[in-house]
C-alpha cells in the first residue's frame, strides 16, 4: 500500500509533459480547474490565478494569488497531511482500497473521496455528490488548505484598524493608547472608521491614512478607541476608551488594517465591528486608565548591534495576539519594528560582509567541495556527506563564483576539499566538445560536472591514456586568503 501511495503522490506533482492534466471542483459556492504546468500546479477561478502548489522536498507548499502560503500537504507513514499557514493539521488523505478517502482535522470523518471512472478520476464529497473531475485516472490530491482559503476568502467581511505597538516615550502612550486597541475616531470629529470600513484592506487604509494626515498637527485631539476584554474572540465584551488629549505632531503609535485580528477572525469580523458600533454609539465611554510611564531600565535589552537598527521600549502586539511592554528592534529607515526572523537576516549579512574573501585554485576542471561541519575529512568527498559540492574550476583550475575569482567563505566555513580527473587532455578541449557546448546555460552543476568528466574520460581513452583520480581536504585557516588544492 505505501508503494501505491507513494506512486499517486508522485504522479500529483510530476513536472512531465507526460503527466500534465486538469481538474475542474465545485464545492458550494467556489469553483476551480486546475492545471499541472512545469514545475508547479496552478489553479485557476473565475479566469484568474487563485493560487499555485510547488514541490519543497518531501513537502508541497499552496500559496495564494499573492504569493502568501496557504498550507502544506506532507506524508507521514501512509498518510498525507494537510496543514494550513500556521502549520495546524486541516485534513488527510489515504488510499482505502481502490479509492482515496479524504478526512478531517479529526481524522474521523469522511470528507471525500476520489476514484478512477472510465479514463479520468471522478471527485466526491462527504455525502457522495460528485464535485468534479480530472482527465486523468492518476488521482491527483485536492488542494485543501487552498480550498480552505478560497471558501474563507468567500465569506463577506469588514477591516478593522489594529494598534500594533506604541512608542512608551511618545504623547499616544502617555494619552492611554496601547497595542491591540482598534481606532474608532476623534472627538469632535464627524468621521468614524465605520464609515470607510472595507474588505479590501489596501483601500480602506487610504482613506484611513487620509484621516489621519488630516488631525496629525491639530492641538489637545482627543481619540476614541475600542479596547477588547481579556481573552476576547468575537465577541464584544470589552470597553469604548476616550484617551487623554494629544499634542499637534507625530503620537508614536503604528497601525495596521486586517481582516483577522487578535480578537477577531475574518468570518467575524462584520458581526463583531457592528457590536463595537452599537457600543460607540450608546455614548457609554470610558476614560483612558493613568498613564503609569515604564522604567525602562526595568526591561532587558538585546546586548547584540542590530545594522541599520536601533531599540525602542514600546508595547506590541505578539504572534498569539496578546501585547507586551519590552525593548524591540526598529529599523531606522522607517521606524518600524523587527520580526526575529528580519533581525536574524540583518545580522547574518553583517556577519557576511565580514566573511573572508579567498581565491581557490585546483586542477582544471576539478570539483570544490567546502563544509561548515569540519575541517577534516578522507577519501572521496563525493562520497562525505559533510562537504558539499560548491562548483568547478576552470580551464585554468581557478575557483570561480558567480563570475568572480574571488569566493566569500560562507559564515561556519571549516574546510574545502576537492576531486580532480587529471590527465593530459586540455579543459579547452573539453569545453569545445559538442557534448559540453550543447548543454543549455542553465544546466544543473553537479549534471555540467558529470558530463565533463565523461568527455574527459572520452577523450584520453581515444589518446591512449587513463584518467589519474585525485582528492584531498584542507583546513580553513583564519587570515589565509589563497587556497591551492592539490
Known amino acids: 500500500m505505501k508503494k501505491i501511495l507513494q506512486v499517486f503522490v508522485l504522479l500529483f506533482l510530476c513536472t512531465s509533459p507526460a503527466f500534465a492534466w486538469n481538474m475542474k471542483i465545485k464545492i458550494g459556492a467556489i469553483s476551480y480547474e486546475a492545471k499541472s504546468d512545469g514545475g508547479e500546479i496552478r489553479y485557476m477561478s473565475g479566469g484568474k490565478i487563485v493560487g499555485t502548489a510547488t514541490k519543497l522536498g518531501d513537502k508541497t507548499i499552496f ?55 472510465g479514463w479520468s478520476t471522478t471527485y466526491r464529497d462527504g455525502q457522495g455528490a460528485v464535485i468534479g473531475e480530472a ?75 487620509e484621516e489621519l494626515r488630516k488631525t496629525r498637527d491639530i492641538q489637545d485631539q ?28 507625530s503620537k508614536g503609535y503604528f497601525y495596521s488594517i486586517l481582516e483577522n485580528g487578535p480578537t477577531f477572525i475574518r468570518r467575524n469580523s462584520i458581526n463583531y465591528s457592528e457590536q463595537i458600533k452599537k457600543l460607540y454609539l450608546s455614548g457609554a465611554f470610558e476614560n483612558a486608565p493613568a498613564f503609569a510611564a515604564p522604567d525602562p531600565a526595568s526591561y532587558k535589552k538585546d546586548p547584540r548591534d542590530v545594522p541599520g537598527a536601533h531599540q525602542e521600549l514600546r ?5 498569539d495576539g496578546s501585547s507586551r511592554i519590552g525593548w524591540y528592534w526598529v529599523r531606522d529607515k522607517d521606524g518600524a519594528t523587527m520580526s526575529g526572523r528580519e533581525i536574524s537576516a540583518a545580522l547574518e549579512k553583517a556577519a557576511m560582509e565580514k566573511q573572508p574573501r579567498v581565491t581557490i585554485t585546483s586542477y582544471p576542471g576539478a570539483k570544490i567541495f567546502l ?60 569545453n ?44 580553513i585557516e583564519e587570515g589565509k586568503d589563497q587556497y591551492t588544492l592539490k
Not at 222 to 249: D, F, H, S, W
Not at 383 to 390: D, E, M
Not at 415 to 421: I, M, T
Open 222 to 249: 482627543v481619540m476614541i478607541v475600542y479596547r477588547p476584554a481579556q481573552g476576547e474572540n468575537g465577541m464584544a465584551k470589552g470597553t469604548i476608551m476616550k484617551l487623554r488629549p494629544m499634542p499637534a505632531g
Open 432 to 475: 569545445n566538445h559538442p557534448m559540453i557546448t550543447s548543454l543549455p546555460p542553465n544546466t544543473n552543476p553537479a549534471v555540467r560536472s558529470a558530463m565533463i568528466n565523461q568527455v574527459r574520460t572520452m577523450l584520453t581513452a581515444m589518446s591512449g591514456g587513463k584518467p589519474e583520480i585525485k582528492f584531498g581536504y584542507v583546513p
Open 315 to 319: 508595547d506590541c502586539i505578539m504572534n
Open 63 to 117: 500559496r495564494n494569488s499573492s504569493g502568501q502560503e496557504v498550507g502544506s500537504l506532507a506524508p507521514l507513514g501512509e498518510t498525507w497531511y494537510f496543514k494550513d499557514a500556521r502549520g495546524q493539521e486541516i485534513g488527510s488523505a489515504v488510499r482505502l482500497g481502490n479509492d482515496i478517502v479524504y478526512r478531517d482535522a479529526r481524522g474521523v470523518m469522511n470528507a471525500g473521496s476520489s476514484s478512477v471512472s
Open 135 to 209: 482527465d486523468t485516472t492518476d488521482m491527483p490530491l485536492r488542494p485543501v488548505p487552498l480550498e480552505a482559503w478560497l471558501i474563507e476568502q468567500s465569506i463577506p467581511s469588514v477591516c478593522l484598524t489594529l494598534i500594533t505597538n506604541v512608542i512608551m516615550d511618545k504623547p499616544a502612550a502617555a494619552a492611554g493608547l496601547r497595542a491591540g486597541d482598534l481606532l474608532i475616531g476623534w472627538e469632535g470629529r464627524d468621521w468614524t472608521v465605520f464609515d470607510v470600513q472595507s474588505a479590501n484592506p489596501k483601500n480602506m487604509l487610504s482613506k484611513v491614512a
Open 371 to 430: 563544509s561548515t561541519v569540519t575541517a577534516q575529512g578522507n577519501g572521496d568527498p563525493n562520497l562525505n556527506s559533510s562537504y558539499k559540492f560548491i562548483g568547478q574550476a576552470d580551464e585554468n583550475g581557478v575557483f570561480r563564483w558567480s563570475g568572480s575569482e574571488i569566493y566569500v567563505l560562507p559564515l561556519g566555513s571549516k574546510g574545502l576539499a576537492f576531486y580532480a580527473s587529471v590527465s593530459n587532455v586540455s579543459m579547452e578541449a573539453i
